[in-house]
């Protein structure tokens, strides 16, 4: 938790937006066919312009904030964003 405070979150306050992040825009039950089809991995900056192109601009910076501490997490475990 000390990494991630480094990156910007906020225990008291992204745990439960990323509740509504994941109850406004659902979550990814199957590998969807868009990543099969651009050589099987989504790359950070591709997953950050599908939340420009998504998130509403009020919750825009802290997606973006929960997406790099998710890369970082997998960074520091050594294992990719998300396992198919």
Same mark, same amino acid.
């Given at each position: 938790? @000390?990494?991630?405070? *480094?990156? %910007?979150? @906020?225990?008291?306050?992204?745990?439960?937006?990323? /509740?509504? #992040?994941? @109850?406004?825009?659902?979550?990814?039950? /199957?590998?969807?066919?868009?990543?099969? *089809? /651009? %050589?099987?991995?989504?790359?950070? &900056?591709? #997953?950050?312009?599908?939340?420009?192109?998504?998130?509403?601009? *009020?919750?825009?910076?802290? !997606?973006?904030?929960?997406? *790099?501490?998710? @890369?970082? #997490? !997998?960074? &520091?475990?050594?294992?990719?964003?998300?396992?198919?």
């Amino acid at each position: 938790m @000390n990494r991630l405070h *480094s990156l %910007g979150y @906020n225990g008291q306050v992204h745990p439960a937006l990323t /509740e509504q #992040l994941v @109850n406004a825009y659902g979550i990814l039950r /199957e590998r969807p066919e868009l990543a099969a *089809s /651009e %050589g099987g991995s989504y790359t950070v &900056d591709f #997953l950050q312009r599908v939340l420009v192109e998504t998130v509403h601009p *009020s919750m825009l910076a802290d !997606a973006l904030l929960l997406l *790099s501490c998710l @890369n970082q #997490l !997998a960074h &520091d475990d050594g294992k990719p964003m998300f396992i198919w």
